[in-house]
């Protein structure tokens, strides 16, 4: 609930405003806790609906929840009430959904409900995965700490997600190019030009035929060819999301020629990254293992982490199920969680197969990016001459004809 309140400071000064808080009473406490003596206190009425602001399109972002888990765990050390931490974190969040439910945990907090339990309550910002970071951290009387693991460990998924977003920006950008040059040519230019040849009533080549013929098609039909794409579009990722079509997709992703090794190396990545995060909060291997599974976004990987899972419950360790996957699990990922089980330094020998994948990772993106530009820009000089040098040639060939 939100109140409008008037105050007055220590010194006698005046102060007015708005506070967010689950009751009048927590109202007035929570203003007591910044120092102010309440002198009027009425609760907001509520905003007619076509003054609301519109939370479609409001989204909270990576870097929020980084800069979010960064500050509680400071906050933690610091020894400041869990209560005050949430309310004050709320004051400085600029993002008007995300400080609405920052309240609602400060609220939950403040009824007795634990920190990972509210936690649960909005899953579209706090994933399974953090949830069960900060519980353990709850468990473990170490929350502070497992809040700067969880921080560090967001900070790397976002820094890789921008990479592997940044690197896809220009070839998209120029393929919208090639296709928008292509139908502004297509559907405008050439028809144009194309009249002016057949009036010439001379032999027309066949490419500047089948231009003009494509041309002519794509003006008539285009909206009939369109639809009929949507249509059998829409089926396909109908069944990309049903269990049976993401297996299919995750086994033929896999097998793309030097896509599917690139794919490889991205899965294994965040497999033992997230493994390693959620051991070194204290979870165990079995309980981190499942919560690896279902994050690790593909199914391939999936069924053998929980097949993993349900070994390492009948005493098997890692690396001796891992073997048995050779095809998507290379002996190197398998060797090296073999050496930290016998060290006991499972965490670590997973952050150092992070390390080695993410190097080759990052210079496979940048040598694909470097390989793709001047590509993407020849292709896009010889789609555009073809078409004018098809559509042209008949013209040419009649000037010097009239010389």
Do not use: C
């Amino acid at each position: 609930m939100r109140f409008n309140y008037q105050a007055r400071t220590k010194t006698g000064s005046p102060q007015a405003g708005t506070v967010e808080a689950s009751s009048r009473e927590a109202a007035v406490a929570l203003l007591e806790k910044y120092g102010l003596y309440v002198t009027s206190l009425e609760r907001t009425t509520a905003v007619p609906v076509f003054f609301r602001k519109i939370k479609l399109f409001q989204r909270i972002s990576s870097g929020e929840i980084v800069g979010f888990s960064r500050q509680l765990a400071i906050m933690f050390r610091s020894r400041i009430p869990i209560v005050e931490i949430f309310y004050t974190l709320a004051k400085q969040t600029k993002n008007p959904l995300f400080k609405e439910k920052i309240v609602q945990i400060a609220e939950d907090v403040e009824g007795g409900v634990s920190l990972s339990s509210t936690l649960t309550k909005h899953p579209k910002i706090f994933s399974q995965f953090y949830v069960s970071m900060v519980k353990s951290g709850e468990v473990s009387g170490e929350l502070a700490e497992v809040l700067d693991y969880l921080a560090d460990h967001l900070e790397r998924e976002k820094d890789f997600h921008s990479k592997m977003t940044g690197a896809m920006i220009y070839p998209a950008m120029v393929l919208i190019v090639v296709l928008v040059v292509i139908l502004a040519m297509t559907l405008f230019v050439i028809p144009q030009l194309g009249e002016m040849i057949r009036e010439m009533e001379m032999e027309i080549p066949l490419m500047t035929e089948l231009v003009l013929g494509f041309s002519d098609l794509l003006k008539k039909w285009g909206i009939f060819f369109l639809i009929g794409v949507v249509i059998l579009i829409f089926p396909f990722f109908r069944f990309l999301k049903t269990k049976e079509g993401k297996k299919a997709f995750a086994k033929f992703s896999l097998k793309i020629p030097i896509l599917g090794g690139f794919l490889k190396k991205v899965y294994l990545t965040r497999f033992a990254e997230n493994l390693s995060t959620l051991i070194s909060g204290g979870l165990p291997i079995a309980r981190a293992l499942e919560i690896t599974a279902d994050i690790v976004g593909n199914d391939v990987y999936r069924t053998i982490i929980l097949r993993t899972r349900d070994g390492v419950r009948r005493g098997e360790t890692i690396s001796s199920i891992l073997e048995g996957y050779p095809e998507v699990i290379p002996p190197l990922f398998t060797q090296m969680t073999l050496v930290g089980e016998k060290a006991g330094r499972v965490s670590p020998a997973l952050m150092s197969i992070v390390g080695f994948y993410k190097k080759d990772v990052d210079r496979t993106l940048d040598n694909f990016v470097s390989f793709l530009e001047p590509l993407l820009i020849i292709f896009l000089g010889v789609v555009v001459a073809g078409l004018m040098i098809s559509v042209l040639m008949p013209i040419y060939q009649v000037a010097l004809g009239g010389f």
